[in-house]
């Protein structure tokens, strides 16, 4: 399974990015998708994820300006990110696992097989 993960930059505080996390190769039938991110000095932090029955879950520190989606094909995620502040930068990181309960919500990033390279996503204020 490869991720691509994209769309990071330099944003100013309030503004507004999309990230996105192509995936190919999967062999399963059924994945859950979920986004990371670790900022300087700090440990890798989950954002949000993503069941294949589309269900969503976002973290406390995000919640009410992030939102996780995915296409038709469930291939490509997408991570919107709006109200951006200074303590969002950070390397963002895609990751996804084979799973047999669609419903299930993973927000450990111990419970992901495959990661993606980041992108980086920098607020400037």
């Known amino acids: 399974v490869q991720l691509q993960a994209s769309g990071g930059g330099l944003v100013q505080v309030g503004g507004s990015l999309r990230l996105s996390c192509a995936a190919s190769?999967?062999?399963?039938?059924?994945?859950?998708t979920g986004w990371f991110r670790r900022a300087p000095g700090k440990e890798r932090e989950f954002v949000a994820t993503i069941n294949w029955s589309g269900g969503t879950h976002v973290g406390d520190s995000v919640k009410d300006r992030f939102s996780i989606s995915s296409d038709n094909t469930r291939n490509t995620i997408y991570l919107q990110m709006n109200g951006l502040k200074p303590d969002d930068t950070a390397i963002y990181y895609c990751?996804?696992?084979?799973?047999?309960?669609?419903?299930?919500?993973?927000?450990?990033?111990?419970?992901?097989?495959?990661w993606g390279q980041g992108t980086q996503v920098t607020v400037s204020s």
């Open positions: 990751s996804t696992k084979a799973v047999v309960n669609p419903y299930r919500i993973y927000d450990n990033e111990k419970e992901y097989e495959f």
């Open positions: 190769g999967r062999t399963s039938s059924m994945y859950a």
